[in-house]
Nanobody, 123 residues
Framework: QVPLVESGGGSVQAGGSLGLSCATSGNIFNTLCLGWFRQAPGKEREGVASIDKFGTTRYGDSMKGRFTISRDNVKKTLYLQMNALKPEDTATYYC?????????????????WGQGTQVTVSS
């Protein structure tokens, strides 16, 4: 009931920037808690950032100062701006959504997931 489609992944040099988008549809978008997660080969999925329906943002500790999450409730699109990228940021990035009351990147209540977009940062 909540389709999510990521785009914007690609390859960049270390120190560069990349912006990701996650598009959805329906009037329910404005009520959702939205988040970005990532998973590298051989590693567990990691919470990156979240933004609630009021625009309040939360970040994983290692993301603060480098990544910015935002949402456009008119275009029904979630964004992640990534700056000062490092090789260890290489991963598949997923957007996710929940109707749960709590909204945070470490929450375990994200029920809807996109297909993922690959980000590769070269040294």
């Amino acid at each position: 009931q909540v389709p999510l489609v990521e785009s914007g992944g690609g390859s960049v040099q270390a120190g560069g920037s990349l912006g990701l988008s996650c598009a959805t549809s329906g009037n329910i978008f404005n009520t959702l808690c939205l988040g970005w997660f990532r998973q590298a080969p051989g590693k567990e999925r990691e919470g990156v950032a979240s933004i609630d329906k009021f625009g309040t943002t939360r970040y994983g500790d290692s993301m603060k100062g480098r990544f910015t999450i935002s949402r456009d409730n008119v275009k029904k699109t979630l964004y992640l701006q990534m700056n000062a990228l490092k090789p260890e940021d290489t991963a598949t990035y997923y957007c996710a959504a929940t109707l749960g009351i709590y909204c945070g990147p470490m929450a375990d209540n994200f029920a809807y997931w996109g297909q993922g977009t690959q980000v590769t940062v070269s040294s």
